[in-house]
């Protein structure tokens, strides 16, 4: 049962939650920690190593969803039957909440960007989640259930990191637009907005960009090398102060429990200080990080 005073009846833990992007960072730890209060955690994970390293975890609330990688309808089609039968075996009717988290991004400067790469990217964080609501919608709709969205915490154009931003931007109209579409339900679209979280994927952007380099043509790299230099510096001083994913749990647990939730929580190393970018003049915003990047 969910142990909030926030909470209301036993709706939590009765329709379950589907959670993508389980296999480590702030998935694995959100699924770990909601199943830990109660609710039945669906852990979507592409590798059945990662479904092996949830189930030795033998909570018995936690369960792993494999393969699914949303840029596979098949996948998704397999994981909607799946939870159907899964939740049937417990006399559950409904899928109380998504939480839209799987994704990775990259370091690179859009001039060389990999544009396959871009495109996974792209599918695994915008149009997937799309066909995972469509699949998904009804079951929502039968438990008065919300969606939340693991997002960044503003809407700025962040040079050479674009390839989590420019999807976070789609994803930002894309919630708007459905808090309009699915009113007549009262289906609450939730953005969970994450500053610096420590996670794996930190250290392996690093390494992706190395082995960027040795694939760029040399004009990019005479290009480029120098300042994406200094911006992993910058981003290396940064990461000394990243927050643990499981605050990011607390956060989404909170949110799932309100009886009114906000449409916007924040969580994470300068969440606030990018939340209050977001309300100043776009050329003012833009002017102060491209300052920043020219020191």
Partial sequence: M???????????????LLITGCSSGIGRSTAIYLAQKGFYAFAGVRKEQDADNLRKLNEPNLIPVCPLDLTRTEHIDHAFEYISNELKKRNKVGLYAIINNAGGGFISP????????????????????????????????????????????????????????ICDFAVNCLIRTLKIELKKWDIPQIMIRCGGIKTEGVEKSYKQLEESFKHWSQEGITLYADILRKEVERLKQFDKNRTEPIEVAKTVYR??????????????YMSGLAAMLEYLPQTFVDYIIAKRVEK
Wanted: with cysteine; net charge positive; charged share 20%.
């Fill in 255 to 268: 949110a799932l429990c309100d009886r009114k939730p906000r449409s916007r929580y924040r969580v994470g």
């Fill in 2 to 16: 969910c142990k909030s005073n926030k909470c209301f009846g036993n709706q939590f833990p009765s329709g379950g």
């Fill in 110 to 165: 859009i001039e060389l960007m990999d544009l396959d790469k871009f495109k996974t990217e792209v599918e695994t964080r915008v149009i997937g989640p799309i066909r995972l609501l469509q699949t998904f919608l009804p079951m929502i709709r039968a438990s008065q259930g919300r969606i939340l969205w693991i997002v960044t915490p503003a809407l700025l154009p962040t040079p050479f990191v674009s390839s989590i931003h």
